[in-house]
């Protein structure tokens, strides 16, 4: 602590400030009964309005803390009532110094107590911005760990939801799967078989028995020999048809399971279409355009969900009849999707919220709200993302991003 009293030497002027510079001068001319006056070493008055003194005025000096700090000139005859008067300046100038010591210290005190409270109330500031920052962080912190518990616990449920369809599916596919192989096989055989008709009937048309010519036109098989190659064929491109849904529909059921495979997502997209078509013919025309994709280690069974609901949601955006195009390509280094379509589109106000979870415009009981938010939810799992672009009465574009990796 550095304290100005000790620092530097008063001056006389200093010293004697505790009396007032006219009193003063009144009464050193009282008490020494001529007139008097107090100079400064250095020759500065420290009284005011002090009459000038004659030339054979006597000087005693006034000393503090071993040095000369001024003098006393006077005219007075009696020294030793001068002396008196000196010691007793002298008695003002030490009481003088202890008074500004005092000050200069109990300022010095004060100031230093301000500056070591101010200290303590930065370092107080400083621990409440660091407690704040502390705090923000972990409340974000503990909101990211809300979210990633929440978008687990949505993938979860929509995981045993889809576990429990795709079991059923997979039960179905197979129950499917077999009538369809020998149905497959009997329409084959079928083939053959009107072929060897076929051979026969021209021995049966040239063979000159009368009743047999007339039994054949008669039964008009000339015609059903003709039809029936195309009936087959029908019905073996109908079998060959619910074949390919049925193995959709065990892709569709594998859904639970954990591995990853790498594939190719516009088998995936066409693999959905499959499924939703039933759903989506009475409502929308359909169309592909679908570039040719890098190969993308997935989990093919989720992904394939996610673009399920996209068609889904899509055709039940149609008031009436209207057209879905599915759009695939690669951009920026990136695997890009879009589904579009152009139904009654979605507000400005509700499109910011479709990703929430359980947000649904559907009638209550009608939908769960989470479709999209599990889609969401799949697509950042594979590092990739989604948005949506929407006018109202014109069409809603959905476009998915995945990073092209190297498998």
């Not at 709200?369 to 989604?386: E, F, K, N, P, Q």
């Amino acid at each position: 602590m550095s304290v100005r009293g000790y620092d530097r030497a008063l001056s006389l002027r200093e010293l004697l400030s505790g009396v007032a510079p006219g009193k003063l001068s009144a009464a050193l001319t009282v008490l020494l009964g001529a007139p008097a006056r107090i100079v400064s070493a250095d020759g500065g008055w420290v009284m005011d309005d002090v009459p000038a003194l004659i030339e054979s005025a006597k000087r005693l000096p006034l000393v503090h803390d071993l040095e000369i700090a001024g003098f006393l000139e006077t005219t007075a005859a009696d020294q030793g009532h001068v002396r008196a008067i000196a010691i007793i300046l002298e008695s003002f100038m030490r009481s003088g110094a202890r008074y500004f010591m005092a000050s200069e210290m109990h300022i010095e005190v004060v100031k230093t107590d301000f500056e070591e409270l101010q200290r303590r109330h930065e370092a107080l500031t400083a621990s409440e911005a660091r407690y704040k920052a502390l705090s923000a962080h972990l409340e974000e912190r503990v909101k990211e760990q809300v979210n990633t518990i929440e978008s687990a616990r949505r993938q979860l449920y929509q995981a045993e939801k889809l576990a429990s369809v795709g079991q059923l599916a997979a039960g179905v596919a197979h129950e499917i799967n077999n009538p369809i192989g020998f149905i497959r096989s009997n329409l084959s055989t079928a083939q053959s078989y009107v072929q060897k008709f076929q051979h026969v009937a021209e021995r049966v048309k040239s063979s000159g028995d009368a009743a047999l010519a007339g039994a054949w036109q008669s039964a008009d098989l000339d015609f059903v020999l003709e039809d029936f190659p195309s009936l087959l064929q029908e019905s073996v491109d109908g079998a060959d048809r619910v074949a390919r849904i049925v193995s959709d529909l065990k892709g569709f059921s594998n859904v639970d399971q954990a591995g990853e495979e790498i594939v190719d997502l516009n088998d995936n997209i066409r693999s959905a279409c499959n499924v939703a078509a039933n759903q989506i013919s009475n409502r929308a025309d359909l169309k592909l355009a679908l570039g040719e994709l890098p190969k993308l280690r997935c989990k093919p069974g989720h992904l394939s969900q996610v673009f399920l609901n996209l068609l889904l949601n899509a055709a039940h955006a149609m008031k009436q009849r209207g057209e879905i195009l599915i759009q695939s390509g690669v951009e920026n280094n990136q695997i890009v999707i879009r589904f579009k379509d152009n139904g009654c589109g979605i507000p400005p106000d509700i499109l910011p919220r479709i990703f929430d979870p359980f947000f649904t415009t559907n009638d209550v009981g009608a939908g769960t709200g989470l479709g999209l938010t599990v889609s969401r939810d799949i697509i950042l799992a594979h590092g990739g993302s989604i948005e949506a672009s929407s006018t109202t009465d014109a069409g809603t574009t959905f476009t998915i991003h995945f990073p092209i990796r190297n498998t």
